[in-house]
């Protein structure tokens, strides 16, 4: 051997990175069998293996990269075994389980893995007397989780239905995408002229149930309004069309003073009496939707579009008192006329 006692002898063709089994010296002419560690390997020989080569690894290839694995293969000059060394970073720091089936095709799968992160690694292997080599470094990356974007439906307030208060209440369904988690929604409208974001939920969001935003606008005004659902990872989804809520809540106006009621207007079992119409008033008025006739402070009669009223059924020589008020679209509800007095005749 030509060392002297102490010293260190590497084993195997010279030149070839990653031939890390070396065996201490003995003296010249001597039969022995050495022994050595090369990282967790140890390299075991008798003087007739130390003209054996390394193993020559070659083709190092990563394939069947997923979100949480890959495989790693290689080729070997002569039959060995198959190891990998990985990490996150060129420290490496994993090291899977030894496959001591002896092969010239090598394949290592490595999982888990982390989903969009690069993965530094070197392939290993060892023959049959436990010369080891390993490759150069290499790289990979995982690639990042698909996540599908929530779904969005709006519920309630109905689209272009009249809403008579400034506070509402929006009611909404999301359901989470595949391979997604509801992270938060947030109400959108356009009170600053465009769709923005307009307020966040601000309790725990049920996939598949109905969730609610409460928010309270300034003014009356027709606001489109949707809702956007995102999920972890920030995939997100909104309703394909948005509604529209439709605020009024200014009371129209009282009707005209009624009048009739006396005359051929009045009998002993009936009286006839009208109003004129009355006005809805307010930025965004809904309209005068109908009429309520009250007969003694109790309703007659709701929903009333004619500006008449024909009462019967009365009794003789009995005092009644009459009003009208108004109601709106958004169902606001005005303030009566002046009360209309008779007294049926004998």
């Known amino acids: 051997m030509a060392s002297e006692t102490g010293e260190t002898v590497t084993i195997g063709a010279s030149g070839v990175g990653g031939r890390s089994c070396s065996y201490p010296a003995v003296p010249t002419n001597e039969a022995y069998v050495a022994s ?3 990282g967790s390997v140890t390299c075991n020989t008798t003087v007739a293996d130390m003209a054996t080569p390394f193993p020559i690894i070659s083709a ?3 394939t069947s990269i997923t979100t949480t694995s890959a495989l790693i293969t290689w080729t070997t000059d002569q039959s060995s075994d198959s190891q990998v060394e990985y990490g996150p970073t060129s420290s490496l720091g994993s090291l899977t389980t030894r496959d001591t089936n002896i092969t010239l095709s090598h394949s290592v799968s490595l999982s888990p893995l982390a989903q969009n992160t690069t993965y530094y690694y070197k392939a290993k292997s060892c023959n049959s007397v436990s010369a080891c080599t390993h490759s150069d470094f290499y790289t990979f990356t995982t690639l990042a989780a698909t996540i599908i974007a929530p ?3 709006l519920n ?3 689209t272009n239905a009249w809403q008579k208060v400034l506070a509402q209440t929006f ?3 999301p359901t989470a995408g595949s391979g997604g988690t509801l992270s938060n929604c947030t109400l959108r409208t ?4 465009s769709m923005a974001d307009t307020l966040a939920n601000t309790s725990a969001l049920t996939s598949g149930g109905a969730n609610l935003i409460a928010y309270t606008f300034t003014a009356d005004h027709d606001y489109s309004w949707n809702v956007r659902c995102y999920n972890v990872g920030s995939a997100y989804g909104e309703a394909g069309t948005s509604y529209v809520v439709k605020l009024d809540s200014t009371v129209p106006g009282a009707p005209g003073a009624l009048s009739g009621g006396s005359g051929d207007n009045l009998g002993r079992d009936y009286v006839y009496f009208t109003w004129t119409v009355s006005t809805d008033g307010g930025t965004n008025p809904s309209g005068v939707a109908s009429y309520t006739i009250y007969q003694n402070s109790t309703s007659l009669a709701s929903g009333v579009t004619d500006l008449f009223r024909n009462v019967t059924g009365l ?4 005092t009644y008192s009459f009003e009208v008020e108004a109601v709106d679209a958004a169902t606001n509800v005005g303030t009566k006329t002046a009360a ?3 007294t049926t005749n004998p």
């Open 151 to 153: 779904t969005v439906t």
């Open 315 to 318: 009794s003789p020589s009995t």
């Open 171 to 173: 009611s909404f369904t």
């Open 36 to 38: 050595a560690t090369s």
């Open 60 to 62: 190092v290839a990563n």
């Open 190 to 193: 356009n009170v600053t002229g």
């Open 340 to 342: 209309l007095v008779v």
């Open 156 to 158: 309630t307030p109905a």
